[in-house]
């Protein structure tokens, strides 16, 4: 079972949809989650970190996490074509080690 | 404030050679990481550097080793090289590498291996 992983895409949303990216972890003990979004030939760009159950709102952009379940999700409201971008999820593994996800490739369609 | 650093941003080598790349993280930052990107193995966290020293190492081969100095600037070294380490190098600053601590990246270095 690899430590973190995310649904494979790639995800195609309509402009204006909500978009719903999971991921899933396997360290029981992880108490850090983070969503960072990288564009084609970029480098990854923190877009959220969440450390609590439940949700944390940040204007379109929605981190949802449920340590009984390790489970943590990302929803995008109001999808734009410029939200099109590979999407990882990375755990903090103990200390100051971030753990990532293979990424989940998402287009927003016009 | 400025972000990240990494230099250089592109580089050709070949086999055998050995390369040095650097990072200067965001000022105040005390914790750089490393990370190799490449296509078939994702992100893979290479070693992470807090005052001067090493507190965590990925599963890499010796040939990848790191620095920090006093003024929290990073220097990663690969010797060498072989054609598996063409990847996109990442470096990651954070205030203290702690549990909750935000991580940032610079824009990477990419390493061609011919």
């Known amino acids: 079972q690899k430590e973190v992983e995310q649904n494979s895409g790639p995800l195609s949303v309509p402009e204006g949809a909500i978009a719903s990216l999971n991921c899933t972890y396997s360290?029981?003990?992880?108490?850090?989650f983070f969503w960072y979004r990288q564009y084609s030939g970029k480098s990854p760009e923190l877009i959220m970190s969440?450390?609590?159950?439940g949700d944390k709102e940040d204007g379109r952009f929605t981190a949802q996490l449920n340590k009984a379940s390790q489970y943590v999700s990302l929803l995008i409201r109001d999808s734009q074509p410029s939200d099109s971008a590979t999407y990882l999820c990375?755990?903090?593994?103990?200390?100051?080690?971030?753990?990532f996800g293979q990424g989940t490739r998402l287009t927003i369609n016009p | 404030k400025a972000g990240v650093t990494q230099t250089p941003r592109y580089l050709i080598k070949t086999r055998g050679q050995q390369v040095t790349l650097s990072c200067s993280p965001i000022?105040?930052?005390?914790?750089v990481s490393w990370y190799q990107q490449t296509p078939g193995q994702g992100l893979q966290f290479l070693f992470e550097?807090?005052?001067?020293?090493?507190?965590n190492k990925g599963n890499f081969p010796g040939r990848f080793s790191g620095r920090q100095f006093s003024n929290s600037r990073s220097e990663m070294n690969v010797s060498t090289l072989e054609l598996g380490d063409s990847a996109l190098y990442l470096c990651?600053?954070?205030?203290?590498?702690?549990?909750?601590?935000?991580?940032?990246f610079g824009q990477g270095t990419r390493l061609t291996v011919v």
């Open positions: 360290d029981r003990v992880s108490q850090s």
């Open positions: 550097y807090f005052s001067e020293t090493q507190r």
């Open positions: 990375a755990v903090v593994q103990g200390a100051q080690k971030l753990v």
């Open positions: 969440i450390y609590s159950n």
């Open positions: 990651a600053s954070s205030l203290n590498g702690g549990q909750n601590t935000e991580a940032f």
């Open positions: 000022s105040g930052h005390r914790s």
